[in-house]
């Protein structure tokens, strides 16, 4: 199931293999060989995910199970969340400002105007 993720990790079923797997990743079983492939498959996903949907969804599981368990879960998938990409705040300042005020507030003849840029461009 984690090379089914890491090949195609945006489909509609995602979610359950990432509340199924998440778990794996956390036990402290002796040996750890599944654990490994959980957390480099998790790795791998944070490095290809561009939008980040994925990424926000597995950080979530991740959260919601160390909650739950507590010191019981293995280090090794706290370290995978070290490769989470994180956006920088300029950036999302940057894109709020860009964002165009809304209808409601603006005169008919600034909506009228604002319609004409949008429709000459």
Do not use: W
Not at 23 to 32: D, F, L, M, R, V
């Amino acid at each position: 199931m984690a090379e089914l993720l890491s090949k195609n990790y945006n489909f509609n079923f995602r979610s359950n293999i990432v509340v199924t797997l998440i778990p794996y990743g956390a036990s402290k079983a002796k040996g750890g060989q599944l654990a490994d492939v959980v957390t480099a498959t998790i790795v791998e996903i944070f490095e290809k995910d561009k939008q980040g949907e994925c990424s926000v969804e597995i950080v979530r599981v991740i959260a919601s199970l160390v909650k739950k368990k507590g010191s019981s879960v293995n280090g090794k998938l706290i370290s995978c969340l070290m490769h989470v990409r994180l956006v920088e705040l300029g950036e999302v300042k940057r894109e709020e400002k860009e964002k165009l005020p809304d209808t409601a507030m603006l005169s008919k003849k600034q909506r009228k105007h604002r319609k004409e840029q949008v429709c000459g461009d």
